[in-house]
């Protein structure tokens, strides 16, 4: 299995608190065979979201991390040598096609274009996956779903989603969660108490506030966790702020001093 694969069965969902109705947009799109679209910033959600979902559902997931390699081969799969002999394995799009499974590409746009040319017959009424190399032409088996995600905050210019790709999905916009129920993520996630919790968060968001000014992306929630989680294992709320919400943010001496000054106000 590629390192940038991974299968999760069908088990205990996995925490996601709603921020609004997007749990049953995603089950309606489901029940009716729609290919969804998550749009939003880095860090958000949008994977333990799809996670959580697949659990509910009781459908297999296979999640894909997209990057500048990621090629159609990539996803539909290819002949390898295996003892000697030449066999056609699957990628995790067809297996997902074939076992009616989730299949999620995270990052969608970070892909090579032959990918987006590739999902185009399984977001139409036809979902069928032509794969040249065997000439078979696979239909959907029931219960597969095509979801993808990309930050439209983040790319630039070349890279971003053809609206003749875009308009193949239902789409829906995820942000970070409201500060109240940032800080009961955060908490349930890291076992740091809410009253400790709720710095952070503040923190979090005058981080992000300074999104496209010196900093190219906000802090994530998933960054919040780990510092919550670094101080409740008995990490300095210093140090752990330090390790966890400004290195990661920027690599900018001046920057990062900044940030630090930030964490002084509001810590003290």
Not at 201 to 220: C, I, N, P, T
Not at 226 to 239: C, F, K, Q
Request: hydrophobic share 40%; charged share 25%; with cysteine.
């Amino acid at each position: 299995m590629n390192a940038h694969m991974k299968l999760e069965g069908a088990a205990e969902a996995p925490f996601y608190l709603p921020q609004g109705d997007e749990c049953d947009v995603f089950a309606t799109a489901a029940q009716a065979d729609f290919p969804v679209l998550l749009k939003g910033p880095t860090g958000c959600g949008k994977t333990r979201f799809v996670a959580h979902m697949a659990a509910k559902l009781g459908r297999p997931l296979y999640t894909v991390a997209c990057h500048d390699d990621l090629s159609a081969a990539d996803l539909i799969g290819r002949y390898l040598l295996k003892g000697g002999e030449t066999v056609w394995v699957d990628g995790p799009l067809t297996r997902a096609v074939r076992e009616g499974a989730i299949c999620y590409l995270d990052e969608v746009v970070e892909a090579r274009k032959d990918v987006t040319v590739v999902l185009h017959p399984l977001t139409d009424d036809r979902r069928i996956l032509p794969i040249d190399r065997t000439g078979e032409e696979l239909e959907a088996a029931p219960g597969f779903m095509l979801v993808a995600s990309y930050n439209p905050g983040y790319q630039n210019i070349l890279k971003t989603l053809k609206p003749s790709t875009r308009q193949r999905f239902v789409a829906m916009e995820f942000d970070f969660p409201a500060p109240q129920r940032e800080c009961e993520v955060v908490a349930r996630e890291s076992g740091l108490a809410e009253d400790r919790v709720k710095p952070l968060v503040r923190l979090a968001g005058k981080l992000r506030s300074l999104k496209g000014q010196d900093l190219e992306e906000g802090v994530s929630t998933r960054l919040v966790v780990y510092a919550a989680s670094l101080i409740a294992l008995g990490m300095s709320v210093e140090r752990a702020i330090d390790t966890a919400m400004i290195e990661p943010l920027s690599d900018d001496e001046d920057v990062k001093r900044g940030l630090r000054d930030l964490v002084t106000a509001v810590f003290g």
